[in-house]
């Protein structure tokens, strides 16, 4: 099926191997992409169930080969590629894989899976990073963005090994970028590694682009989305930068918002300081700006999703927010959470 001008959800059954064939050589690009996405998630869910048996972690021999197709056909736009080469988010996956929500077993299969992915193909992604080169000047043209696109999915996956030769390759970038794409692909990956370099990256950026304030909504949601283990104490200090404002709702979804939303590996920490804390600023939100307050507490109704630990977690920062004296925004939110 193809040519469909909305989503249609189809559901049958397809081996990996036909799946591998769609997504080398079918001749619709959604179909590729699709397929893709589906053998891609098949694979996480075999790599999810070895790191709950404590099992070895092994890459797909299939999938390996299906990517290392599209990173060296040279005819197949550009675009579609990288949007093929981009895992699941984490997200995604808690979204569509059965409750309650594997928290650790989905960021550790994804990490572990872009790794095996990163060094089964490290020779065809620095061919693409090579053909793809950054763009000296910026200009707005349909190659020139889905050269970036390709580009900057394939520095991801090679900094995922974290080695002297991508560090370089993310530094150079950084600092030859004549545009905020290429630059901030290149801060993000740095940022969310465990590279020392990382600290002096952090500081340029936003010595940079302190005068823009988008931008620096930018850097915030870059640091409190890394998969680091230390991001919860990072966020936290971040709130005391000069940047920082609580009474900023743009400032809060950066900082605040993008740790509860996007870093599920940290937010949904099995200790509760990620609900703690996010509890503690809803407290403290829920006086200066209800509104903005009642919007966050909305994070914690979904405590249905996960574990029993994680639940009674969740549902103990909400009956400690229930007892502060509320707005009618936040109360009904969290009155709500605790009824379901």
């Not at 949007?83 to 994804?110: G, S, W, Y």
């Not at 005068?211 to 909504?217: C, K, M």
């Amino acid at each position: 099926l193809c040519g469909f001008s909305a989503p249609v959800k189809l559901t049958f059954d397809q081996s990996r191997r036909e799946l591998a064939f769609l997504m080398s050589h079918d001749s619709d690009g959604f179909n590729r992409w699709n397929a893709a996405q589906r053998l891609t998630v098949l694979v996480l869910t075999d790599l999810m169930a070895a790191y709950g048996k404590g099992s070895e972690l092994a890459v797909d021999q299939q999938l390996l080969d299906a990517f290392r197709i599209l990173l060296t056909d040279e005819s197949l736009d550009q675009a579609m590629v990288a949007k093929m080469l981009e895992l699941p988010t984490e997200q995604f996956l808690a979204e569509l894989l059965p409750k309650p929500v594997q928290v650790d077993a989905i960021h550790h299969a994804r990490e572990a899976l872009k790794r095996m992915l990163a060094q089964g193909l490290k020779n065809e992604l620095q061919q693409v990073i090579s053909r793809c080169p950054v763009d000296t000047e910026y200009h707005y043209e349909v190659n020139a963005v889905a050269r970036r696109s390709l580009r900057n999915v394939c520095l991801g996956y090679l900094m995922s090994l974290a080695d002297d030769e991508a560090t370089n390759l993310c530094q150079q970038q950084y600092h030859q970028a004549s545009n905020m794409t290429d630059q901030l692909a290149a801060f993000r990956a740095l940022a969310h590694s465990d590279r020392a370099e990382k600290t002096l990256v952090i500081a340029d950026f936003y010595g940079q682009w302190q005068q823009e304030s988008l931008v620096v909504d930018q850097w915030f949601m870059v640091q409190a989305s890394s998969p680091q283990n230390d991001t919860l104490e990072n966020v936290k200090a971040l709130m005391q930068h000069e940047a920082f404002e609580m009474t900023n709702p743009n400032k809060i979804r950066a900082l605040i918002g993008a740790f509860c939303n996007n870093n599920p590996v940290n937010f949904h920490k099995v200790d509760g300081s990620g609900y703690s804390f996010l509890a503690d600023q809803i407290i403290t939100l829920n006086k200066l700006n209800p509104q903005v307050a009642s919007r966050m507490a909305t994070i914690l109704t979904r405590w249905a999703n996960y574990d029993n630990v994680r639940a009674d977690l969740i549902k103990q920062q909400l009956k400690r927010i229930k007892a502060e004296p509320l707005s009618p925004d936040v109360y009904e939110v969290v009155t709500k959470a605790l009824n379901q």
